[in-house]
């Protein structure tokens, strides 16, 4: 009897110290939503301070896109060599400088280089939450573990609409800016005294310390998932970033770099950076579109919950194709509101309607998916650099879309632009249904065998469909 109470408060400590842990891990996800959010709003004062062209106003909004290409480039490298703990905390020191130096900006030039070191942190936050959870979290709970970064990044950005209506009325963005040091000295306080992962740790030569950690986040039986771990190691090649080149992983790397395209180029952030920006023009003040997008954050969040409360039920692949298939209808009908005149007043609401709708859809679909698979779907010896490659294409479509946003608009109007992104989110449905593998309820390392043993060519068309059968 007293060996089983000990168990039992084991487990139940267990239970407590990995959700602590993820949850503490996914504020990087927070610093990222934060920085994404926030712009938008502080983006309406900044120009009563400094006089910048359109070109200016585009470099200030995707300096934080470069940095984070920069910090996804060279990320997921420093995740394997340095460990996913220590690349945490080096990413809240980052963000600390970066949103403080925003503040303090004297020019123009000053605030751009304050936005680079932003991005940077959260080209790194990117990478290594969704990667450190995956890792440190059980098969069964993985998948809501993991998403708990996403719903952070919706927090984030929920968060940063609050502060931006809270400065509204005095338009004092140097506050909005600064107020992201907050986040990263939580982060990087909480972070000091949680493990690294168990993976890195077995791979680095740390058996007993890798044993130790999955003694404090597990149930199940420890010798059999270190063996798993074991094997695993056993087989890398050694070979780094150009295994992923091989024939095994490519349809892994295809999966990871189409879907990190496909969140970006159906509009997600253009809607997130401008949509103040969109809701004033149907005629709404400063204020009160500010006020507008508080609602869109919250759709974001409730939805990124829901999302979690089903990815490890439903799974995945069935999550993101529902998702990915309300984001081809929605900008069409935001696309119809901006062409048909005469709304008046009703238009900047139906607008706020589609937007709603929109980022709902992503929220339960693309926004967690894309952040889970890529945490998964890799082996353990390319996962840090292998995520750093998917996630710098995905900062480059961030950069891209966010550049050519206000391009777009000015030439083609805001219709043909809405309907644009209802066309690539067609285009993304149709690789979702022939690409993407169901990874629900799976070790790391029984993913990993599939690709090794072919199993898993379930990263194209045929095995994508086998496994959902399976359910």
Same mark, same amino acid.
């Given at each position: 009897?007293?060996?089983?109470?000990?168990?039992?408060?084991? *487990?139940?400590?267990?239970?407590?110290?990995?959700?602590?842990?993820?949850?503490?891990?996914?504020?990087?996800?927070?610093?990222?939503?934060?920085?994404?959010?926030? &712009?938008?709003?502080?983006?309406?004062?900044?120009?009563?301070?400094?006089?910048?062209?359109?070109?200016?106003?585009?470099?200030? +909004?995707?300096?934080?896109?470069?940095?984070?290409?920069?910090?996804?480039?060279?990320?997921?490298?420093?995740?394997?060599?340095?460990?996913?703990?220590?690349?945490?905390?080096?990413?809240?020191?980052?963000?600390?400088? =970066?949103?403080?130096?925003?503040?303090?900006?004297?020019?123009?030039?000053?605030?751009?280089?304050?936005?680079?070191?932003?991005?940077?942190?959260?080209?790194?936050?990117?990478?290594?939450?969704?990667?450190?959870?995956?890792? +440190?979290?059980?098969?069964?709970?993985?998948?809501?573990?993991?998403?708990?970064?996403?719903? %952070?990044?919706?927090?984030?950005?929920?968060?940063?609409?609050?502060?931006?209506?809270?400065?509204?009325?005095?338009?004092?963005?140097?506050?909005?800016? =600064?107020?992201?040091?907050?986040?990263?000295?939580?982060?990087?306080?909480?972070?000091?005294?949680?493990?690294?992962?168990?993976?890195?740790?077995?791979?680095?030569?740390? $058996?007993?310390?890798?044993?130790?950690?999955?003694?404090?986040?597990?149930?199940?039986?420890?010798?059999?998932?270190?063996?798993? &771990?074991?094997?695993?190691?056993?087989?890398?090649?050694?070979?780094?970033?150009?295994?992923?080149?091989?024939?095994?992983?490519?349809?892994?790397?295809?999966?990871?770099?189409?879907?990190?395209?496909?969140?970006?180029?159906?509009?997600?952030?253009?809607?997130?950076?401008? *949509?103040?920006?969109?809701?004033?023009?149907?005629?709404?003040?400063?204020?009160?579109?500010?006020?507008?997008?508080?609602?869109?954050?919250? +759709?974001?969040?409730?939805?990124?919950?829901?999302?979690?409360?089903?990815?490890?039920?439903?799974?995945?692949?069935?999550?993101?194709?529902?998702?990915? =298939?309300?984001?081809?209808?929605?900008?069409?009908?935001?696309?119809?509101?901006?062409?048909? $005149?005469?709304?008046?007043?009703?238009?900047?609401?139906?607008?706020?309607?589609?937007? %709603?709708?929109?980022?709902?859809?992503?929220?339960?679909?693309?926004?967690?998916?894309?952040?889970?698979?890529?945490?998964?779907?890799?082996?353990?010896?390319?996962?840090?650099?292998?995520?750093?490659?998917?996630?710098?294409?995905?900062?480059?479509?961030?950069?891209?879309?966010?550049? *050519?946003?206000?391009?777009?608009?000015?030439?083609?109007?805001?219709?043909?632009?809405?309907?644009?992104?209802?066309?690539?989110?067609?285009?993304?449905?149709?690789?979702?249904?022939?690409?993407?593998?169901?990874?629900?309820?799976?070790?790391?390392?029984?993913?990993?065998?599939?690709?090794?043993?072919?199993?898993?060519?379930?990263?194209?068309?045929? =095995?994508?469909?086998?496994?959902?059968?399976?359910?």
């Amino acid at each position: 009897m007293a060996t089983a109470n000990t168990d039992d408060t084991q *487990a139940s400590g267990g239970d407590r110290f990995i959700y602590l842990t993820a949850g503490l891990a996914a504020l990087n996800g927070l610093l990222f939503g934060f920085d994404t959010g926030i &712009i938008s709003g502080a983006f309406l004062y900044i120009n009563n301070t400094f006089t910048m062209s359109p070109l200016v106003e585009g470099i200030v +909004i995707s300096g934080a896109m470069a940095g984070a290409a920069f910090g996804a480039a060279t990320g997921g490298k420093l995740a394997d060599q340095i460990g996913r703990r220590r690349l945490i905390l080096l990413g809240a020191v980052v963000f600390f400088i =970066g949103s403080l130096t925003m503040a303090i900006a004297p020019t123009v030039l000053v605030l751009v280089v304050g936005r680079l070191i932003d991005g940077v942190a959260i080209g790194f936050a990117s990478i290594v939450g969704p990667l450190y959870i995956s890792e +440190i979290a059980p098969p069964k709970i993985r998948g809501a573990l993991t998403s708990l970064n996403q719903l %952070m990044v919706t927090l984030g950005i929920l968060i940063s609409y609050f502060v931006n209506y809270a400065f509204a009325d005095t338009g004092d963005w140097r506050l909005m800016l =600064g107020t992201g040091m907050i986040p990263a000295v939580i982060l990087a306080l909480g972070m000091l005294k949680m493990p690294e992962s168990p993976r890195w740790l077995y791979e680095h030569d740390q $058996p007993d310390a890798a044993r130790a950690v999955l003694k404090r986040t597990r149930e199940s039986d420890i010798d059999a998932e270190m063996d798993e &771990i074991k094997k695993t190691v056993d087989k890398q090649s050694g070979n780094g970033l150009s295994d992923l080149f091989e024939s095994w992983l490519r349809p892994a790397l295809i999966v990871g770099l189409g879907l990190a395209v496909f969140q970006q180029i159906t509009g997600i952030n253009a809607v997130i950076y401008y *949509a103040p920006t969109i809701l004033e023009s149907t005629g709404f003040g400063s204020s009160t579109s500010i006020f507008a997008t508080v609602g869109i954050g919250v +759709i974001n969040v409730v939805m990124t919950i829901v999302a979690i409360a089903l990815i490890d039920r439903v799974g995945r692949r069935r999550l993101l194709l529902v998702g990915v =298939g309300g984001m081809v209808v929605t900008p069409g009908v935001l696309g119809a509101v901006f062409y048909l $005149p005469g709304f008046g007043g009703i238009l900047g609401w139906v607008a706020t309607g589609s937007l %709603m709708l929109f980022v709902a859809f992503f929220a339960i679909g693309l926004g967690p998916v894309f952040w889970l698979l890529i945490s998964e779907i890799y082996p353990l010896s390319v996962r840090g650099s292998a995520m750093g490659t998917v996630t710098v294409a995905n900062w480059g479509a961030n950069l891209l879309v966010s550049l *050519a946003f206000p391009v777009l608009t000015a030439n083609l109007g805001k219709p043909s632009t809405f309907w644009l992104f209802g066309i690539c989110s067609l285009l993304a449905f149709v690789f979702a249904y022939r690409m993407v593998p169901e990874t629900k309820g799976r070790s790391l390392e029984a993913i990993e065998a599939d690709l090794r043993d072919n199993v898993s060519d379930s990263v194209g068309a045929t =095995g994508t469909e086998s496994v959902p059968s399976r359910e």
